[in-house]
């Protein structure tokens, strides 16, 4: 049954013209992230190792029109507030979604233009 299954979903990706490259990324070995993206994932993975404890904003010439940007430590401070409480309550994936969607994509709302 399985292989039945794997073996349909392999033949409607290949209908549907869906490949998927034999190259993985690794964080350990960037060498294989191609030229036009090393910029970026050096960034990305620079964001991910980013520490609550050493992370503090620079105000710079933007700062005037985005104060929020001075409130970033303390939100992500009420998000893992809030996430204690929800893992307390044992709360499923539509109730995270529910307490913390609004809270996450607040900002994104109000700063990309639709």
Known sequence: MVNNTYRSLKA???RQR???GRQKYSFC???NVPDDHKEK?????GLGRTQYETYAFTPNS???GKPWQLENKLRASRLVHDAVTCR???RNEPGWRYEFEHKVF???KIEVAW
């Open 29 to 31: 070995c960037s060498d």
């Open 41 to 45: 994932f050096d960034i990305v993975l």
């Open 62 to 64: 933007d700062t005037l």
């Open 18 to 20: 869906i490949f998927f």
């Open 88 to 90: 307390k309550e044992n």
């Open 106 to 108: 607040e900002r994104f």
């Open 12 to 14: 409607e990706a290949k």
